[in-house]
């Protein structure tokens, strides 16, 4: 099992629907799950943070973690165009608490 | 402070040059890690430091990458004798390593070896 694993992709949503992007990764242990947004050709941009189980929510971006099933997922609501980007999902993983990033999940917002 | 700055910002280099890349992290984070990120892939962990001390290294690093951390302050990222697969964005981030542990990157540094 990779250590953090996303859905490939490519997604695509119509504008204004609910995008959702999954990420399961490999250590039990891991307590800290992140979010990033990539935009072709720039640098991550963290998006969002969550450590607990349960729903985090920050705008229309929505955090959820399931740590019994090692499981963080994003929920971007009313999609925009301007949503469409790669978005990663990184942990720190092992006792260096090492952050590792997922492949990333291309987005595509169809206006 | 106005977050973490990388440079060169793009370098072009023949193959079997070395080069050296500056990473200068936000102000008080004490961590500070070094990816390497091609197309169509999650950025690649290659080191990472807390304060002056690189905690550890990618085993999937030939012995031609070594990074420094002098201080706990500014990095170095060296890449000697470049070969045409160093080509990648190499990106820089740093965090806190207690409370808010949430990492940041700097614009990264485009590498291609011709």
């Known amino acids: 099992q990779k250590e953090v694993e996303q859905n490939s992709g490519p997604l695509s949503v119509p504008e204004g629907a609910i995008a959702s992007l999954n990420c399961t990764y490999s250590?039990?242990?891991?307590?800290?799950f992140f979010w990033y947004r990539q935009y072709s050709g720039k640098s991550p941009e963290l998006i969002m943070s969550?450590?607990?189980?349960g729903d985090k929510e920050d705008g229309r971006f929505t955090a959820q973690l399931n740590k019994a099933s090692q499981y963080v997922s994003l929920l971007i609501r009313d999609s925009q165009p301007s949503d469409s980007a790669t978005y990663l999902c990184?942990?720190?993983?092992?006792?260096?608490?090492?952050?590792?990033f997922g492949k990333g999940t291309l987005l595509t917002v169809n206006p | 402070d106005t977050g973490v700055s990388q440079d060169p910002r793009h370098k072009i280099t023949k193959r079997g040059q070395n080069v050296t890349f500056r990473c200068d992290p936000i102000s008080e984070h004490n961590r500070l890690y070094w990816y390497r990120q091609t197309l169509g892939q999650g950025p690649e962990f290659l080191t990472y430091?807390?304060?002056?001390?690189?905690?550890?290294k990618s085993r999937l690093l030939s012995d031609r990458f070594s990074a420094e951390r002098p201080k706990g302050s500014f990095s170095t990222l060296e890449i000697q004798r470049t070969e045409q697969g160093d080509s990648a964005m190499y990106l820089c981030a740093s965090s806190l390593s207690t409370g808010r542990t949430e990492a940041f990157f700097g614009q990264g540094t485009r590498l291609t070896v011709v």
């Open positions: 990184a942990v720190f993983l092992g006792s260096n608490y090492k952050l590792t």
């Open positions: 969550i450590y607990s189980n």
């Open positions: 250590d039990r242990g891991s307590q800290s």
């Open positions: 430091f807390q304060n002056e001390a690189q905690l550890e």
